[in-house]
């Protein structure tokens, strides 16, 4: 008879522990679109914003936007940006290309991350469009330019971390990453399926 309810406080304890459990994997994965959201609104780790259009203000004052580029060990293409570097008008809206090469002899897909130095600039960093926001894919031999359209929000000049930052450097690095299977089917030298 005594272990009937012993029995019962171990259900309960393990009932318990089972919903910390589940709290906690749930948690676990309501971090990753928490932390994108909160670095996109606060531009903390150079994470730039995003916008539909271009700035309504523009000011006098300028800012030089710095481009840079690199390729995570192992992807095989080129990577660098058209221009080292271009002076804008703070809520103008500037455009700036970066080209990639696929050396190779395989199509290779790849993905780019990004972030702005200096921290402080991150929040007042807004993309309107970029190939960043799509996987790119390359053909053996090919060469591509991509475009991103950007402005500097005129906010910077008063946030109390922003407001001295004369210089901006939007940086990318690209990752190879798998091919979806209807593109990796059509790439040159793949078997035609066996019926």
Not at 57 to 77: N, Q, Y
């Amino acid at each position: 008879m005594k272990l009937l309810p012993r029995l019962t406080g171990v259900n309960r304890t393990a009932a318990k522990l089972a919903c910390v459990a589940l709290l906690m994997v749930s948690l676990s994965f309501a971090a990753v679109p928490f932390y994108d959201w909160f670095c996109r609104t606060t531009g903390f780790g150079g994470t730039t914003g995003l916008a539909e259009t271009g700035s309504d203000v523009i000011l006098d004052r300028t800012i030089k936007v710095r481009f840079d580029a690199s390729v995570e060990r192992g992807m095989p293409w080129e990577f660098t940006p058209v221009e080292r570097e271009m002076t804008l008008r703070i809520g103008e809206t500037g455009l700036a290309f970066y080209e990639a090469y696929n050396p190779t002899d395989r199509v290779v897909a790849g993905t780019a991350s990004y972030n702005v130095a200096p921290d402080a600039a991150g929040a007042y960093f807004d993309k309107i469009a970029c190939f960043c926001f799509e996987m790119q894919v390359l053909q053996p031999g090919e060469r591509v330019q991509m475009p991103v359209t950007f402005y500097v929000d005129p906010e910077i000049v008063t946030g109390r971390d922003s407001r001295y930052v004369k210089e901006i450097t939007l940086s990318y690095t690209f990752h190879e990453t798998e091919l979806p299977d209807e593109q990796a089917a059509l790439a040159p030298g793949a078997e035609a399926p066996v019926n």
